[in-house]
């Protein structure tokens, strides 16, 4: 069942860890969301919350729209 609710996108993102999925698919691991948050921007990319009901969420690095 699709959400209607748009993803979060960078410091929309509220949980304190996230499951970061890197570019290329593989998955980076469980860490802080301020970690994750400094990976993507390093990348010049935004971090999107992509399960945000997943116990922690899948966060992906991503250009977003």
């Given at each position: 069942?699709?959400?209607s ?6 410091e ?7 499951r ?12 802080p ?23 922690p ?9």
């Open positions: 069942n699709i959400s609710k748009e993803n979060q996108i960078n929309e993102i509220r949980e304190k860890e996230v970061v999925i890197d570019t290329d698919g593989s998955q980076l691991g469980i860490m969301t301020s970690q994750a948050l400094n990976i993507a921007a390093e990348k010049k990319l935004d971090l999107v919350n992509i399960a945000p009901s997943a116990k969420p899948f966060a992906s690095c991503m250009q977003s729209a």
